[in-house]
């Protein structure tokens, strides 16, 4: 059977430069990067060299960026810190982020009782930054802002620049959780004055274990992992040598193609798009994940019109891999609070929403396979129907 990966959002393959570098790295640059001697030091240029690479695709400082072991590690931090040492009071956030900001908000609230500020998705899962504007306004107290740029489940983008003019004007911080669009758009934080953010080097055919936390300079932000003095003290532990190397080469690759992999991710997807609409009646596309333009080119979240909650197991035993959700809530008995969001109750009761997400390996070979195999599986619940009525 030749197996089709097409869940991307949660995870991506390794290139093979990225192994043998990391590969390199285990065999030649074993040193601890703290040690004074040759080969500490052989490990932590390394380190460095990657942080600069970073620092320059950001357009920031190279002492901004603190090495994490991912993304929800990086998140954490930086919403537990801003309690905690920035004295922040109030968070606004929204029902549409990943769970790891999601539960550390609540965590924040209950354990530090910390006020919390949920702004209202429309049907399409955009936020309104007029009910933005006026929550920040309507309170002195010390507030974050956590809003994620490109949703994990629908693709949606967020205006991230005037989200952080926004912040700035009413001397409020703002966290982006940046894991998905990371490497796979252009981000400037010399022109968007977005105080922190965060980074999983697996979601772009890095290794898993490895990601960063942005954190702009001055801000205070203090560590919550405590211990020696790396990552300029924000993050103690010996750093994760052959992950960052990875998480470096993935970037580089990345962004040395980033044009040629974007246009052709966006003609698998609109090839998507075409193809379920002309052979399943009736499927309908979640949030903005259908409009090229407003939302993240690799991912697109479908509603197909018959309720199957074992569709994930089907087409993973025809070799099709796919997600349900995001991978952290694919497993779930219930909807996720983002389709929630976007799909209505009573059809949701008739519906299964499915993420396809592509990667600049998917080909449109693999997404015939996906759509006849859907359309197979669709045919069969019009027979069962059919059948049902029959008796």
Known sequence: MNKIYLDNAATTPLSEEVIDAMVSVLKNNYGNPSSTHSFGQEAKILIENVRREIADYLKVSPAEIIFTSCGTESNNMIIKSCVDHLGVERIITSPLEHKCVAETVLDMKKRRGVEVAYLRPDKKGDVSLEQLENLLKSSDKKTLVTLMHANNEIGNLLDIKKVAQLCKENNALFHSDTVQSMA??????????????????????????????????????KGII?????????????????????????????LKNMDSYANHIKEIKQYTIDQLSQKIEGVKFNGRSAEMDNSLYTVLSVLLPFKDPMIGLKLDMKGIAI?????????AAKPSMVMMMVVDEEEMDHTTPLRVSFSHLTTKEEIDALVDALVEIAKSFHIEKANIEHR
Request: charge should be neutral; glycine fraction near 16%; charged fraction near 20%.
């Open 323 to 331: 997600s349900q959700g995001s991978a952290c809530s694919s497993g």
């Open 226 to 254: 405590t211990g020696g003095p790396q990552e300029r003290s924000l993050r103690a532990g010996t750093e994760n040598v052959c992950g960052i190397v990875g998480l470096g080469k993935a970037l580089e690759i990345y």
């Open 184 to 221: 796979h758009m252009d981000l400037d934080f010399s022109d968007i004055p977005v105080d922190f953010a965060s980074c999983s080097a697996h979601k772009f055919h890095g290794p898993k274990g490895s990601g960063f936390a942005f954190i702009r300079k001055a801000s205070g932000l």
